[in-house]
């Protein structure tokens, strides 16, 4: 089973910037459509943004515009450009496939915190 390692998050203020990254073990990651997820305390994961294999993006209303999903296949990489980060954009970031599996296994994160 592929799995992910998420790292870049940290503390930002608002209106502040951060580039999520996401590392896939597998060397097929090139074929799979991905998305970046995010839990708030008390919340369910929520997708955020999605790539399939080809490119083409997708994000949730709630970021379009502040944030970029890209992905490099031959680095089995995928990252998250962050913009404009809200305190509402606080929540712990996971990549996963999308659609997820059922169940879907999950990595650790990487916290974001938006805070002044």
């Known amino acids: 089973q592929v799995q992910f390692v998420e790292s870049g998050g940290g503390l930002v203020q608002p209106g502040g910037s951060l580039r999520l990254s996401c590392v896939a073990s597998?060397?097929?990651?090139?074929?799979?459509?991905m998305g970046w997820y995010r839990q708030a305390p008390g919340k369910q994961h929520e997708l955020v943004a999605s790539?399939?294999?080809?490119?083409?993006?997708n994000y949730a209303d709630s970021v379009k515009g502040r944030f970029t999903i890209s992905r490099d296949n031959a680095k089995n990489t995928m990252y998250l450009q962050m913009r404009g980060l809200k305190p509402e954009d606080t929540a712990v970031y996971y990549c996963?496939?999308?659609?997820?599996?059922?169940?879907?296994?999950w990595g650790r994160g990487t916290q974001v915190t938006v805070s002044s």
């Open positions: 996963n496939l999308w659609p997820l599996l059922s169940p879907p296994t």
């Open positions: 597998a060397s097929t990651f090139g074929i799979y459509a």
């Open positions: 790539i399939i294999s080809g490119g083409s993006t």
